[in-house]
């Protein structure tokens, strides 16, 4: 176990149905530390990047479309373990395998608009901190 920092991103669909404020609050309790955090609006080629292991995919259109169509909430999220910890708490890439409780479990049924983002390692965290933080 150690104290991590993972990068996590509200995508526009929790903006859009206003559960910011839902989601901030589960990360809360959860007892980490929200040490960075910025509204923004991403353009095709920071998803480009983001998202670089899904450019063959035939999804991919759809992906970028969708993460360019309103604002992120885009967070540094800090404390024991964050990392795999918030992968628990944001639950299955496949919606339809997400548990409940989990916060796609509980507010998402379309694979495409999943709600967060979490980092998966330390490495794409890193990364992803100074993607969207610099
Ligand atoms: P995760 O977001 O769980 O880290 P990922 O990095 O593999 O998953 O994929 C990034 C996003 O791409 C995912 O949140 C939703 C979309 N996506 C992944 N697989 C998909 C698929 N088979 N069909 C449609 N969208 C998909
Ligand atoms: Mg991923």
Redesign the pocket.
């Given at each position: 176990m150690s104290y991590e920092k993972t990068y996590i991103m509200l995508k526009p669909d929790a903006i859009k149905r206003r559960l910011m404020g839902e989601i901030i609050s589960r990360i809360e309790k959860k007892g980490y530390h929200i040490t960075q955090a910025k509204i923004m609006t991403l353009d095709e080629t920071i998803i480009a990047e983001h998202?670089s292991?899904?450019l063959d995919?035939p999804?991919f259109p759809?992906?970028s479309a969708f993460m360019t169509s309103g604002p992120v909430f885009a967070m540094v999220v800090e404390g024991e373990n964050a990392i795999n910890g918030m992968r628990q708490m944001?639950g299955?890439?496949?919606v339809f395998e997400a548990a409940p409780g989990t916060i796609r479990g509980d507010y998402t049924n379309n694979?495409?608009e999943?709600v967060i983002?979490?980092s998966?390692s330390p490495e794409n965290a890193a990364i992803e901190i100074a993607r969207f933080f610099g």
């Open positions: 998202y292991h899904l995919h999804f759809k992906l944001i299955a890439t496949n694979v495409t999943n983002h979490g998966d």
